[in-house]
């Protein structure tokens, strides 16, 4: 599975500023999907988070991480169309890590592999990486509405 940013506005709801994947590079659907996410110094929450040093919000690298999952269970479900209506809410992350800072300037690479689901509820192990190096990872949860 391959997916450029237009495409990727077909599968989920988000757009401008909230749209955080740039690029789907490789999935299979329902079962994970890789992402990417290129980091501008130009993003709003830079503005505030930190002035003198940007970093990006671990909230919004979970966020990325989600809706690289919300893009690997409605890819199966739907196809390339989406959910037909329905839309993907992230209801919980467990034992999240942050192992180190996202700058302007890096490629954020986003993991999320379905590990359950149990009805319209998705568990998730998601990653993210910048050079190969570890900068979160998480269980994350979201339910399909």
Not at 7 to 22: N, T
Not at 56 to 77: F, R, W
Request: with cysteine.
């Amino acid at each position: 599975m391959q997916l450029n940013s237009n495409e990727i506005q077909k599968v989920i709801p988000h757009r401008y500023p909230f749209q955080m994947v740039d690029k789907i590079i490789d999935g299979e659907g329902g079962k994970w999907a890789e992402g990417i996410k290129c980091v501008s110094a130009n993003e709003m929450h830079f503005m505030g988070h930190f002035p003198e040093e940007h970093v990006m919000p671990g909230v919004l690298i979970l966020e990325a991480l989600a809706q690289v999952g919300g893009i690997a269970v409605s890819y199966v479900e739907e196809g390339q169309e989406g959910l037909s209506g329905r839309i993907g809410y992230f209801t919980g992350v467990n034992n999240a890590r942050f192992k180190g800072m996202v700058k302007p300037g890096d490629v954020l690479v986003l993991r999320t592999e379905i590990v359950k689901k149990k009805g319209p509820v998705y568990v998730a192990d998601a990653t993210a990486k910048v050079d190969g190096k570890l900068v979160c990872k998480a269980e994350i949860m979201f339910a399909i509405a």
